[in-house]
């Protein structure tokens, strides 16, 4: 079982539809949860940043977390054209546990299309 | 913000040469940078974590004489891609972080295409 996993879509919307995309883990001792979206050709850039469980919400998007099931979404509401990218979860344990070099564990990112 | 560049972005070259790919940390000092390589539709690879001022940690499989990284300073690390090859054409990611237990910022990739 690999320590992340996520859908690759891709998964194509409407645009003003609310988009749910999802990743769930097996390492109990990741903590910190982050969303990246990637453009085409482009490095990623960090989206959202959470700590255990919870949501935590930035305009559009809304980042939760659920660590008793292992999974955590990024909610878009209202999605544009311009939200049309990849999005990647990505998640640690800092190395706070013995043996783990706290490098970030990523997910394979979704596809996302949002159709005007 | 946090804002990271990459140099160059874009580079082909023919099979045998070596290329050099800069990346630095503008507007922060990065105890740690990273290396990624990226194939069409595949995740992030990483490659190898420098910390600055020492040797950096390669993952598993990948050549550490293949790939060269030199993390000289606060700001700045090179990856020099030795003997380039076909195989070798990828998307080059580069990332850095302020602290230990500090995300990390993405610069926006080279590509490297060789002939």
Same mark, same amino acid.
């Given at each position: ?9 891709? *998964? ?10 999802? #990743? ?8 910190? /949860?982050?969303?990246?979206?990637? !453009? ?30 292992? !999974?955590?979404?990024? /909610? ?41 | ?11 082909? #070259? $023919?099979?045998?040469?070596?290329? $050099?790919?800069? #990346?630095?940390? *503008?507007? /922060? ?16 690879? *990483? ?14 499989g990948v050549e550490k004489d293949k790939f060269l990284i030199n993390h000289a300073s606060l700001t700045l690390s090179t990856l020099t891609v030795t003997s380039a090859h076909p195989e070798d054409s990828s998307f080059y990611i580069c990332s850095a972080r302020r602290g230990f237990q500090?995300?990390? !910022? ?10």
């Amino acid at each position: 079982q690999k320590e992340v996993e996520q859908d690759p879509g891709p *998964l194509s919307v409407p645009e003003g539809a609310i988009v749910s995309l999802n #990743c769930t883990y097996s390492n109990s001792a990741f903590q910190y /949860f982050m969303w990246y979206r990637q !453009y085409s050709r482009k490095g990623p850039e960090l989206l959202m940043y959470t700590y255990s469980s919870g949501n935590k919400e930035d305009g559009r998007f809304t980042a939760q977390v659920d660590k008793s099931s292992k !999974y955590i979404s990024l /909610f878009i509401r209202d999605s544009q054209p311009s939200d049309s990218a990849t999005y990647l979860c990505a998640m640690t344990d800092w190395g706070n546990y013995g043996g783990s070099q706290g490098n970030l564990i990523f997910g394979k990112g979704t596809k996302l299309s949002v159709k005007p | 913000g946090a804002v990271v560049s990459q140099h160059p972005s874009r580079v082909i #070259c $023919k099979s045998g040469t070596s290329v $050099k790919i800069e #990346c630095r940390s *503008l507007d /922060f000092q990065a105890t740690t940078m990273f290396w990624y390589r990226q194939f069409p539709k595949q995740s992030l690879m *990483l490659m190898a974590t420098s910390n600055e001022g020492s040797k950096a940690t390669y993952e598993q499989g990948v050549e550490k004489d293949k790939f060269l990284i030199n993390h000289a300073s606060l700001t700045l690390s090179t990856l020099t891609v030795t003997s380039a090859h076909p195989e070798d054409s990828s998307f080059y990611i580069c990332s850095a972080r302020r602290g230990f237990q500090e995300t990390q !910022y993405f610069g926006p990739g080279t590509r490297l295409l060789v002939l």
